[in-house]
């Protein structure tokens, strides 16, 4: 699947590509190995199943990921044989084409809205076990989530592209100086190493303008490529590897399970010596030097309207030509202009943004692994915490670009055929982390592929809202792939799959996305409506009660606890979508009647609790235990992502939900630690925030800075950086509030560029824990409300116009 969308590209550019070799990248933001990897991973097919670690610790923790949303690959960088790991994001196995058919792939929803009034009754009878039974046998659905349970897989998983080869003739023997290094600031990834007298060097890039992976070949001396590159296809496809013309390589192969044809294509540009294409490999012999190129595609076709009825409803074009188109393309272009044009649009996102923390205290220019392990036992390290922030930024760019599928639970990195939960995208908290930092840290082009899935997702959605509620509008359960799935899958494990307010929390994106950029147009034509059918799910699947009270009965919180009659989670999102149905119905000055309906359901929406241990209870009942340490912390949705309780309009529940995070503790998996951060950041603990923070990076970060759950895992990355961008800026509620976590250890620095909501650009820097200037620029004239501890300052702006604050005594004063 590609769509181009060249209006994002600008063309500044800082460095000249004949000037790459003489860069230390070692010394911009980067991350750094100094040993090579060896062959041990390579090509392990295995289809791993839930949590657990990755057969291929190499892979995992030593690889570098490059990607343009699109095509992924992770650079393993050993001496003897360059190992190249390939993703397409759309090859999936599973969807409507598998052997079976649209009909039997559809058929994944239970028409179960009817037993609703049954369950209902036994919780008004207060037979919880009757209702819990109930629920357990209607609310699943029909589904199975494993290969192993269902003969064709429908649900599918994402799976890998297959991995390159390329043997160098070299071996480590007087091999020296070795660097492996991701320069985030390039976005490239940089090979070298002396050896015999020679330095030789591979850099490798993937361009999201161009559609094309880059991969140049060189060395201080002339003659020395010898090189023989090969392929290890997906072992679950019929695929067929053959020479293209003298230069190059075509590869086809066609999924088993889904028939999904997927293509690359390879062409070998050399300088001196020669090169062969021998059937299903190119042999150079003598090189100065060799830039690989490589275009891959499948025949995926997002599809916002699918047609229930045609298996081929999600087929598109064939890859074979539209891997050819880009190849042309590019191979017209050559290297330095394709170099060009990828340095130009990376850096045109990524440098949006500078954090800087305690700049008078430098860090030694250590490999990463080093650092992370020196970090671990307690030596602070600013500049790692500044990295692992871009990092963050790093693999949004790389993995989310808008015209494709959003980042799945591995961004867009996978090196099996299957992988923990499917490689999918789960909604119970996984890719909505994924998305916390699009926006803040001035990313929100980033944010187009979860818009574009949400939008693939409201036709079939619609379906499973009807099926189990009766309900209008659309919703999705807990896991979804690239074919519109939105059923629950079936389990029993009812707290994991009975999840109809992941729908409500996905749309709450769109608000999200419109607030900070204030893109009206977007709202009108398309934001608006996915809201509103959100929010009318959410009405019409709560139970009003004959006390007249409104509840989501039946419901669970995330993995965790009893089937209740209503959890603090699904009326904390409920009450966030129907917040933003308001607000944007009076951003655009329309249905007044439906928001009148929004605001009463609100009014009566059960409130939040507080439990006997002074808690946000959980449930409806206050059965908290103060001993559980569950990694899932739903219940304080409000607090964040949500906007219902803040430690300054709802100081009570902010409590309340403080004691939830002292009994949960600081530990947990990557994601969790990511979360919690967030969650103490609003609650405007700096100093707990920031030991959050050095959780993640010490117990849930492998050495080359991906989360792990165990096993990798990328939500935790991206909510470690959505965090950081929350301890220096807030305005969720209205105004916006500088430095509002900042930690006692991060005494001098600077932000320049993150964004707060109603489209300000803001930069800030502080002093001694202290705020120095802010400068906001307003991107559409919208008022603007400041507030730095309990200081405050508003103002109206002009569209394009910069202000600077400061704090003149104990004022905030305009400059
Ligand atoms: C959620 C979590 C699990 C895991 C999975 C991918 O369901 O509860 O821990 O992260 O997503």
């Not at 929803?109 to 049954?118: D, I, M, P, T, Y």
Request: aromatic share 12%; with cysteine; proline share 4%.
């Amino acid at each position: 699947m590609k769509k181009l969308y060249s209006f994002f590209i600008c063309t500044l550019f800082s460095l000249s590509a004949s000037s790459i070799g003489t860069v230390d990248y070692t010394k911009g933001l980067s991350v750094w190995f100094d040993t090579p990897n060896n062959l041990d991973g390579q090509a392990i097919w295995l289809r791993a199943s839930g949590s657990g670690a990755n057969p291929d610790k190499t892979w995992e923790s030593r690889s570098l990921p490059i990607g343009n949303g699109s095509l992924g690959a992770n650079i393993l960088g050993s001496v003897a044989a360059e190992r190249i790991t390939l993703n397409e994001k759309t090859l999936w196995k599973g969807g409507p084409n598998t052997s079976k058919g649209a009909e039997y792939y559809w058929d994944v929803n239970k028409q179960s809205a009817g037993v609703l009034k049954e369950i209902r009754q036994a919780f008004l009878d207060e037979d919880k076990e009757k209702a819990a039974q109930l629920t357990r046998n209607n609310f699943n659905g029909l589904a199975a989530y494993e290969e192993k349970d269902e003969t064709p897989f429908r649900f599918g998983s994402f799976t890998t592209m297959g991995e390159l080869y390329v043997e160098t003739g070299l071996n480590e023997l007087r091999m020296s100086n070795y660097r492996r290094i991701l320069s985030l600031d390039s976005a490239m990834v940089v090979v070298q190493f002396d050896k015999d007298g020679v330095q030789y060097q591979r850099k490798y890039f993937i361009s999201y303008p161009d559609s094309v992976m880059v991969m140049k070949f060189t060395a201080n001396q002339s003659g020395k490529q010898n090189l023989i590159l090969s392929y290890c296809p997906n072992s679950e496809a019929k695929s067929n590897l053959r020479a293209d013309g003298k230069d190059g390589l075509v590869y086809t192969g066609v999924l088993d399970n889904n028939g999904m044809k997927f293509a690359f294509r390879i062409k070998a540009i050399h300088k001196g010596g020669t090169l062969e294409a021998e059937n299903d490999r190119l042999i150079v012999k003598g090189a100065d030097e060799v830039v690989f190129l490589l275009t891959a595609d499948t025949d995926y076709k997002m599809n916002f309207n699918p047609d229930f009825k045609d298996p081929k409803t999600y087929v598109g074009n064939d890859p074979e030509q539209t891997t050819r188109i880009m190849m042309d393309q590019a191979v017209q272009k050559g290297y330095d202009e394709l170099y060009r044009n990828h340095e130009a649009d990376h850096t045109a996102l990524f440098n949006r943004v500078r954090l800087q923390l305690n700049p008078d205290i430098s860090s030694p220019n250590l490999p990463t692994y080093q650092r992370l392990a020196n970090y671990k036992k307690g030596t602070p390290d600013y500049q790692l915490e500044q990295l692992y922030y871009q990092f963050g930024r790093y693999l949004l760019i790389a993995s989310s670009r808008p015209g494709n599928m959003p980042a799945n639970l591995q961004g867009m990195w996978h090196n099996n055929l299957d992988g923990p939960w499917r490689v999918d995208y789960h909604n119970n908290i996984n890719i909505q982390m994924n998305y916390w930092p699009a926006c803040s840290a001035n990313l929100s082009e980033c944010t187009w592929p979860l818009i574009d899935f949400i939008r693939s997702l409201v036709k079939p959605g619609e379906q499973t809202a009807q099926a189990y509620f009766n309900a209008r509008g659309w919703t999705a359960s807990i896991s979804a792939n690239i074919f519109g799935f939105t059923a629950p899958l079936s389990s029993n494990m009812m707290s994991w799959n009975l999840n109809p307010t992941a729908g409500p929390w996905l749309a709450t994106h769109i608000w999200e996305y419109y607030d900070y950029t204030r893109d009206k147009k977007f709202l009108k034509e398309i934001g608006y409506d996915l809201i509103k059918s959100s929010a009318q799910f959410a009405v019409d699947h709560l139970w009003h009660k004959p006390d007249g009270t409104y509840t989501a009965a039946p419901s669970t919180s995330p993995e965790h606890g009893p089937i209740d009659e209503g959890v603090t989670f699904a009326h904390a999102v409920v009450r966030e979508i129907l917040l933003d149905a308001i607000q944007a119905s009076k951003e655009l000055g329309i249905d007044s009647k439906e928001r009148k309906q929004w605001e009463k359901i609100l009014d009566k929406l059960v409130p939040y609790r507080i439990g006997r241990y002074g808690q946000l209870m959980e449930w409806s009942t206050d059965i908290d235990d103060p001993e559980d340490e569950h990694r899932h912390v739903n219940h304080l949705f409000g607090l964040h992502p949500g906007h219902t309780i803040s430690p300054i309009t709802t100081p009570k529940l902010a409590e309340a939900a403080k004691v939830v995070l002292e009994h949960r503790g600081d530990g947990a998996t990557g994601w969790s630690m990511g979360w919690k951060l967030n969650q103490w950041a609003r609650l405007q603990d700096g100093n707990h925030a920031y030991k959050l923070y050095g959780n993640l990076l010490k117990n849930g970060t492998l050495d080359n800075l991906w989360d792990t759950h165990a096993p990798f895992q990328i939500d935790g990355n991206f909510g470690g950086t959505a965090g950081i961008t929350e301890m220096l800026l807030q305005s969720h509620m209205g105004f916006i509030q500088l430095l509002p976590a900042l930690p006692d250890a991060w005494k001098n620095g600077s932000i320049t560029g993150i964004c707060a909501k109603g489209n300000f650009e803001i930069s800030i820097s502080w002093k001694e824990g202290q705020l120095d200037k802010a400068t906001i620029l307003s991107g559409s004239g919208t008022p603007c409300n400041v507030r730095y501890g309990d200081k405050t300052l508003s103002f109206s702006t002009v569209k394009g116009k910069k202000y600077e604050i400061t704090l003149v005594g104990n004022l905030l004063k305009l400059l």
